[in-house]
């Protein structure tokens, strides 16, 4: 499941919207290979498509992404809590050091 | 003078199987080192507000053995040990993480502080063995092939801020 290329497909169509034709020229890789990624990706719901004229123009989906970002971000929010204790423990340490030059 | 950090800490993950942390503090890096190795000072913050330690053990020498126990919020008590593998004073420390509630998904962290101009900056790289234990570490519930898009994340992230 760890496939290289559907992540490259998913790191250029966060740069914006693509038609296969433009992410066969983006990733230099043949049409056949990069629309089988593609069904995949529109499998698992991460990558919307529309009509326009003749052209399917592809899109990143973020919507699945945001319980990866929801954890990201109740991660860094307990890292933050943590980190903020440390910067009183770090205050005290810092008035210690220059109240008293041979504290130890 | 008062000193106020409006810094939080910033978490992405650079490949499938690591975490990274980093933080940036306003003192010293020997006494950023100096709160992360001593028993004392670990009690005061490791837990965050999430509980507190009632046991720090810290044997700070390459093969020595470090174990920290918080009692959570919920009253439950979790633990976490492991070896030193590197020391460099003021500087780096390599250590292995177990989680003792899953052992199996050890990972090795390496803390690294750089000063500039008397603040610190701190990175946590933690490396997992496997691409599922990181993503145990991260979240079990998260849905098939979710995980491909972890590299798109950060664009995401970028594009909601």
Redesign the interface.
């Known amino acids: 499941m760890a496939e290289p290329r559907r992540r490259q497909i998913l790191d250029v169509l966060a740069e914006g919207e693509r038609s296969v034709t433009g992410l066969v020229e983006s990733l230099g890789l043949v049409q056949p290979l990069v629309s089988k990624h593609l069904r995949v990706l529109r499998e698992v719901g991460l990558v919307d498509v529309r009509d326009e004229g003749r052209q399917r123009m592809y899109r990143l989906n973020g919507r699945p992404l945001k319980p990866i970002y929801d954890w990201v971000k109740t991660y860094e929010h307990t890292w933050s809590r943590r980190f903020e204790r440390l910067d009183a423990v770090l205050n005290e340490l810092k008035e210690r050091e220059q109240g008293n030059g041979s504290d130890e | 003078m008062a ?1 106020t ?1 409006s ?7 650079p490949t ?1 199987t690591q ?1 990274l ?1 980093t ?1 940036e ?4 890096k020997h ?2 080192y ?2 992360w190795t001593t028993p004392e ?1 670990i009690k ?7 509980g507190e330690v009632t046991s720090a053990e810290v044997d700070l020498r390459v093969g020595g053995r470090w174990r920290y126990v918080m009692t959570a919020n919920g009253g439950f008590e979790v633990a976490f040990h492991g070896e030193y593998l590197e020391i460099v004073p003021n500087d780096r420390i390599v250590l292995t993480e177990v989680f003792e509630g899953f052992p199996e998904a050890g990972a090795v962290d390496t803390l690294t502080l750089t000063e500039k101009d008397g603040r610190t900056t701190l990175a946590i790289l933690v490396q997992h063995e496997t ?1 599922e234990h990181r993503d145990a570490h ?2 079990s ?13 950060e ?3 970028q ?2 801020r």
């Open positions: 000193v950090s810094n939080r800490a910033v978490v992405t993950l499938d975490i942390i933080r503090f306003d003192a010293p006494l950023v100096k709160a000072l005061r913050w490791w837990s965050g507000d999430r691409k991260i979240n519930g998260m849905e098939d092939g979710m995980q491909e898009a972890m590299a798109a994340l664009h995401v992230a594009s909601l």
